[in-house]
């Protein structure tokens, strides 16, 4: 068994994470769908996603298998990890606050969806596959494995460059001018003021 403290840090978070996931999910579940695009791809996706995050940290906790992988970092990087899976924490319960029972762990839309604009919403379109993107950086500093340590990054990646066209597309479609006019104020998950701000400089 290998439970270094920031593996027990991270298996707190992700015990976290979780408990924020099955509140939501208790509240999203009785809303009626009207419209569902999730489909075989989507639905390997979040396996895949889930078993980044969740299966391979256990395997690597709890069994020697993955040993080989382990590398040592700066305790400085760790930190940064830590600081960045709080982070992602947070803005993982606010995009679950945020959208309500707008949310839907595939791509679907209910009776009474409304497009949500405000909150983390305000700037960003997709603050909960910003929250991943900064979760799986966190288990990369934190776990020191380049397997169960950089999986995640890959599978996020993976999820966002495939599922983002066809979420956009499914709320084009059914919300049309009203998103197509919130596209135009927002960045996916970088602020556009920062891309801008980066382009200037
Ligand atoms: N991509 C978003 C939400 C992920 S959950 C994010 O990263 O924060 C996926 C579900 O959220 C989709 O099925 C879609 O119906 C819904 N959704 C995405 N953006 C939305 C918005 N701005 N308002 C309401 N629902 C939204």
Do not use: F, Q
């Given at each position: 068994m290998n439970l270094q403290s920031s593996h027990i840090a991270f298996a707190a978070g992700t015990a976290v994470y979780l408990a924020i996931r099955a509140a939501f999910q208790r509240r999203a579940s009785s809303e009626e769908k009207t419209?569902?695009?999730?489909?075989m791809r989507d639905r390997l996706l979040i396996v895949l996603v889930g078993a980044c995050q969740i299966g391979l940290p256990v395997v690597l906790i709890l069994t020697p298998?993955?040993?080989?992988?382990n590398y040592t970092m700066p305790i400085a990087l760790t930190w940064a990890g830590t600081l960045a899976m709080g982070c992602a924490l947070w803005l993982f319960w606010r995009s679950h606050a945020d959208l309500g029972t707008s949310w839907?762990?595939?791509?679907e839309l209910n009776r009474n969806h409304r497009l949500v604009t405000q909150g983390v919403y305000r700037r960003i379109r997709h603050p909960m596959y910003a929250s991943f993107f900064a979760m799986g950086l966190g288990q990369a500093l934190m776990l020191n494995n380049w397997i169960a340590g950089w999986a995640a990054l890959v599978a996020v990646s993976l999820l966002y460059a495939i599922r983002k066209p066809h979420e956009e597309r499914m709320l084009l479609e059914s919300f049309g001018d009203e998103y197509r006019t919130y596209m135009r104020c927002?960045?996916?998950?970088?602020?556009h003021f920062v891309l801008r701000a980066t382009s200037n400089s």
């Open positions: 419209l569902s695009r999730a489909d298998w993955l040993d080989a992988a839907s762990v595939t791509l927002t960045g996916g998950i970088v602020p």
